[in-house]
């Protein structure tokens, strides 16, 4: 008996539906010869609903008693229609389709030195607006099954694998019915009615594309066929021609003019007149690793087509790592309303084919007054060009009566508080797609996982509680690791690590420090941090204190500092050498390019967010600096052609020797907007999109003389902007772009020159559009004026990256350009070129520099991958 337990399971998970819930139709699927037909589109046309059939070719769908059309489809094959009268049982309907007979329109090819599917694109294209807006608001139910596995692995890390346990094949499983819908002009709305996981997706999910829509220029951020720069990306071949259920149906080969990440290759079928999408069968890559779409579309109570099933496929490899990852959707009980601003009964004409009629239409007189019903309606014939006119026309329109022209997308996302409650019995009744036997037995050891899982977790906790008890939140070697405690309601008391804060500098010799901090976290935060630093060559303990106030809601959130006390820092503020290669410098290599003063200070300070693209700063400082020498010379490795550079920067406009001590009262402001920036809202939260608005900065300083026995008397003012985008497909170009000038200079400590982020290190830590890659430290620092320019693009394909093994590892190409104008800078340049994104997370970099284009200097640095951080693996 228990023998037979696991078997009677799996009859009982497929069938329970037809003994538990009557009414409806299922069957198998097949191809010529009783091929089963995996992931085939079933349709019934009375209710809008769509589903597929699993791997093994089998489907089933529930319908209340009625007759029925149900239409089914494959790519490639010709579609079916069969009548069903469903009565109170479960009938059975197995369906043979057969391969699509394609014409090929011999006067069409041969007719013009033009292939015939340009004129079907440049028509597709021209209505794709069109189509963007005929839906005025739908309802739908989508049901999503995914699955993922790895494939393969390190060969030096599968025996460990295996003694572990970790099966690859089960990796991660999941289903949910969610219900979603959209309103024009962009708003979605999803509710997860059930769920049910195991395992991770690795930001895999596929609603970029079940709620994008391929009639939009970009998809999940990949050139669609249909944008209107298509053609500047993509090559088109016609393949020919078939009837089905009436339609005419085109089918285009999409070919990209480079073949790579961000555009699509495969197959789109266009029907003719309509000329929306029938299907398509497209993919793409994301940092190598490849996506696969498939998606069938059907005619929605006749009005319009919209998208019936989903399949998707992901596969990649990362650092040895191979995986997949599978996903099947379909979508069913559509519902939708058509805009009525936009009628359906107009003919697009190609004016490249209908030369004479198109110039019939464009000495037509236009009534400029008529709405765009009136437009449309004047004439059942319109070209593509006016078509595209109208529909950019009513747009505009459109987004300047909406409250919010700035959100380009309104999403919300719900879950359904008995969403992951639901039992086995549930899952049979709802699931539209029938589970394999190796998918039910998958399903069996997942579960059986979960609760071991879950055991263990409970035995942990227990174990977490003892544990807690017995230190009572405290370990000796939290004092070395650093550590957080909870001292009272909404309340932390923290202490940095000690063994990462110990470095080396000619200056102080080996020093430590680390940070004490007391929060206190509401809807208004404080928090109070002491920073404790011994130089040991020194023998000497100073330290900083600060206080932070901050306040307000999150898009008007406004905060207030208060900082003081005695530290060594960096003449550069923004820190060009950090103190973890200083110290290997040092001590290993004995050379100095750190360069630091000592100073007394408080300041006040106050940021705000005045709006979501907008914020402020004022703050105002008091100090007294101190200049400070090298006082050791100690290192690991002796060098004997080498000693520590002076602490004293070298600088051309400096007047030697730098003052021992001064005082300094400076005031500063700082602004940043974001003028045309875009927005997403998630759940009521707007999110600013990428690449859609520059930031444009300004900073003014001004040294106060006699104040406190302050000895700084000069203004300064600064511009600059900085933007990131993508021109297509082709790249990503990142610049900047800053000058400044010392309005008046009576007097200015060397901390208050205008520094630049040189370096003269062989490992780049710096951001790569701010930095310069062999810009010595401090020479032209200045006290004047000065101009630079930064410009990075990162290529989708240059040269290494014109070969398929190459960019399927996810390898990127950049070429950079930096400039700095000072008053000795010589118009300083530098050219370069990289390798990014290495093993994912490495860039390999070749520099060269000049001044006033002659050759100054070379260089090979290594770096972190340019978009680590922000360029993750996700097609969400």
Request: net charge neutral; aromatic share 14%.
């Amino acid at each position: 008996m228990r023998c037979l337990l696991p078997f009677l399971i799996t009859i009982i998970a497929l069938f329970s539906n037809n003994l538990l819930f009557a009414g409806g139709i299922s069957g198998r699927v097949t191809g010529p010869g009783g091929t089963p037909l995996s992931y085939a589109t079933i349709f019934v046309q009375q209710t809008g609903s769509g589903t597929t059939t699993n791997e093994e070719g089998y489907y089933e769908i529930r319908l209340e008693p009625g007759n029925y059309t149900i239409i089914y489809q494959f790519l490639g094959y010709r579609s079916e229609a069969r009548e069903a009268s469903i009565g109170q049982q479960f009938q059975r309907l197995d369906v043979s389709l057969q391969e699509q007979a394609i014409q090929l329109d011999e006067v069409l090819v041969s007719g013009g030195s033009e292939d015939p599917a340009y004129s079907v694109m440049r028509r597709a294209i021209a209505k794709a607006s069109y189509h963007r807006q005929q839906i005025e608001h739908y309802d739908a139910e989508v049901y999503v099954k995914g699955s993922g596995r790895l494939k393969d692995s390190p060969f030096f890390l599968r025996k460990t694998m295996k003694k572990e346990g970790i099966d690859s094949t089960v990796a991660f499983t999941a289903e949910s019915v969610s219900r979603i819908s959209y309103q024009r002009p962009n708003t979605f709305k999803e509710t997860v009615v059930s769920i049910y996981a195991q395992g991770d997706d690795n930001d895999t999910s596929p609603m970029s594309y079940i709620n994008g829509s391929f009639y939009e220029p970009k998809i999940a951020e990949a050139i669609s066929p249909l944008s209107p720069q298509a053609f500047g990306y993509y090559k088109f071949k016609y393949e020919g021609f078939f009837m089905d259920r009436g339609y005419g149906v085109n089918k285009i080969r999409v070919i990209p003019r480079s073949r790579g990440e961000n555009v699509f290759e495969g197959v789109i079928y266009i029907v003719e007149d309509w000329w929306s999408i029938y299907s398509l069968k497209l993919k793409t890559y994301k940092l190598g690793i490849g996506i696969e779409v498939y998606q069938m579309y059907a005619p929605i109570e006749d009005k319009a087509w919209l998208p019936v099933s989903h399949k998707f496929l992901v596969n990649g490899k990362i650092l040895g790592f191979d995986f997949e990852y599978n996903y099947l959707a379909t979508v069913s009980n559509y519902k939708i309303e058509l805009n009525p601003d936009l009628p359906a009964d107009f003919t697009v004409i190609d004016e490249k084919l209908n030369k004479e009629l198109a110039a019939e239409l464009k000495n037509k007189p236009e009534d400029k007054n008529a709405d765009i019903r009136e437009k449309l309606s004047s004439g059942q014939e319109l070209t593509r060009k006016d078509l595209r006119r109208i529909m950019r026309e009513y747009e505009k329109e459109e987004r300047q009566e909406q409250e919010e022209p700035e959100v380009v997308m309104n999403t919300s996302f719900i879950v359904d508080s008995l969403a992951r409650k639901r039992d086995s019995l549930y899952w049979s009744e709802i699931r539209p797609v029938p589970l394999t036997l190796q998918e039910v037995r998958g399903y069996q050891r997942a579960d059986s996982l979960a609760v071991v899982e879950a055991k263990e977790a409970q035995a942990d906790s227990l174990d977490s509680v003892g544990r807690k008890k017995k230190h009572a939140g405290f370990s000796p070697l939290d004092i070395i690791g650093g550590g957080s405690y909870k001292v009272g309601k909404n309340q932390t008391l923290a202490h940095g690590s000690l063994w990462d804060r110990i470095f080396f500098n000619p200056v102080e010799g080996f020093n430590l420090h680390t940070d004490l901090s007391y929060a206190i976290k509401k809807d208004n935060r404080v928090a109070f941090t002491l920073t404790p630093r011994y130089a040991f060559a020194r023998q000497k303990l100073t330290g900083k204190g600060r206080f932070d106030y901050s306040f307000g809601r999150k898009d008007q959130r406004g905060g207030i500092s208060l900082e003081g006390g005695r530290y060594v820092f960096q003449y550069n503020p923004q820190e060009p050498i950090s103190n973890l290669f200083n110290t290997y410098l040092n001590l290993v290599e004995e050379r100095n390019y750190i360069r630091l003063y000592e100073k007394d200070y408080i300041r006040l300070g106050h940021q705000q967010q005045l709006q979501e693209n907008l914020k402020g700063g004022l703050s105002v400082e008091w100090a007294r600096r101190y200049t400070l020498e090298n006082i050791t010379s100690q290192v690991w490795f002796n060098k004997d052609d080498r000693v520590y550079g002076s602490n004293v920067p070298v600088n051309e406009e400096v007047e030697y020797p730098l003052p021992k001590e001064e005082t300094a009262v400076v005031l500063s402001f700082n602004a940043e907007v974001r003028p045309w920036q875009k927005y997403r809202v998630y759940n009521g939260k707007r999110e600013p999109i990428e690449y859609t608005s520059p930031t444009l900065r300004l900073a003014f300083r001004q040294g106060l003389k006699a104040i406190g026995g302050s000895e700084t008397d000069y203004s300064y003012l600064e511009l600059g902007i900085k933007h990131k985008f993508r021109p297509g497909a082709r790249g990503i170009l990142d610049f900047k772009v800053e000058g400044g000038m010392f309005l008046s200079d009576n007097y200015i400590g060397f901390a208050d020159y205008r520094h630049f982020m040189g370096n003269r290190i062989s490992f780049v830590t710096a951001d790569p559009v701010e930095s310069f890659r062999l810009l010595r430290y401090y020479d032209h620092s200045t006290k004047d004026k000065f101009a630079a320019a930064y410009m990075h693009y990162q290529f989708r394909k240059l040269l290494f990256t014109q070969i398929p093994e190459v960019w399927l590892l996810g390898i990127k190409e950049n070429v950079f350009v930096n400039y700095l104008a000072t008053p000795t800078s010589d118009n300083y340049t530098e050219v370069g070129y990289s390798i990014d994104n290495i093993f994912r997370f490495l860039r390999l970099e070749a520099a060269v520099s000049f001044q006033d284009g002659k050759y100054r200097d070379w260089g090979i640095l290594l770096g972190v991958a340019s978009n680590l951080g922000g360029g993750s693996f996700t097609i969400r």
